[in-house]
């Protein structure tokens, strides 16, 4: 089956430490999406990617680092400039822009 | 840049009965607007969109109204059913920015 695929589900992380989200995707989609979820405030944009060796910022990009190497992975790094990142991690595709999102099903992130 | 805002913040409706939940948007450049269902601990599924040259779409309980004019489009759920229970967000695109602007959710709960 096509779909998106994040892992891991759980991350914790030190104060001080750099950790990577992984983002695989089998749809053959060209954009791909991260966005950052905490309670009341709906879902944020960090980094998008319209195509291969290409992202953008997002609203939020301080503090976060991606690469978008091959057409099915969007790796995000939240590095140690990250001040407050404990949150939901979502991140999405699309065949282009202006279509539906598919959704993987996230990595929860805690700061211990 | 685009601002949604999404209202109730939480709605509780009972078995059977319908649901809406409304959303308005700041940027009359805005053309495509998505609706996606979130279940607890899962990423967001869209479950129904509308361009900016149709006014309603429907899929089986499913509705979703635009007007253009007062920039605000609507979800409606009829014959609810436990398995609505959920958070709904919408969202808006803008072509220009190429970006999807998300609403702050509502937290529906259907009383058996």
């Known amino acids: 089956d096509g779909g998106i695929t994040q892992s891991p589900k759980y991350l914790f992380r030190k104060e001080g430490q750099n950790v990577t989200l992984s983002c695989e995707q089998n749809?053959?989609?060209?954009?791909m999406y991260w966005y950052r979820q905490d309670p009341g405030q709906g879902l944020r944009l960090i980094y998008y990617?319209?195509?291969?060796?290409?992202?953008q910022k997002g609203d939020i990009a301080e503090g976060y680092s991606v690469s978008r190497e091959k057409k099915e992975s969007f790796p995000l790094t939240v590095t140690s400039a990250q001040k407050n990142p404990t949150a939901f991690y979502l991140c999405?595709?699309?065949?282009?822009?202006?279509?539906?999102?598919?959704f993987g099903s996230g990595t929860r992130l805690t700061v211990v | 840049g685009e601002n949604v805002e999404q209202h109730p913040s939480t709605l509780s409706v009972q078995e059977g009965d319908s649901a809406v939940i409304k959303c308005t948007y700041s940027?009359?450049?805005?053309?495509?607007f998505p609706w996606y269902k979130q279940e607890l601990g899962k990423g967001p599924q869209l479950i129904i969109d509308?361009?900016?040259?149709?006014g309603e779409k429907k899929d089986q309980r499913i509705a979703v109204t635009l007007n253009k004019t007062a920039k605000h489009f609507s979800l409606h759920i009829t014959e609810t059913q436990p398995e609505d229970s959920a958070v709904y967000f919408c969202?808006?695109?803008?072509?220009?920015?190429?970006?999807?602007?998300f609403g702050t959710g509502t937290r529906l709960t259907i009383i058996p």
């Open positions: 940027d009359s450049a805005s053309n495509y």
């Open positions: 969202a808006a695109y803008n072509f220009g920015n190429e970006k999807l602007t």
């Open positions: 999405a595709s699309s065949i282009g822009v202006g279509d539906g999102y598919t």
């Open positions: 749809l053959n989609h060209d954009a």
């Open positions: 509308i361009r900016s040259n149709v």
């Open positions: 990617s319209q195509i291969v060796n290409d992202f």
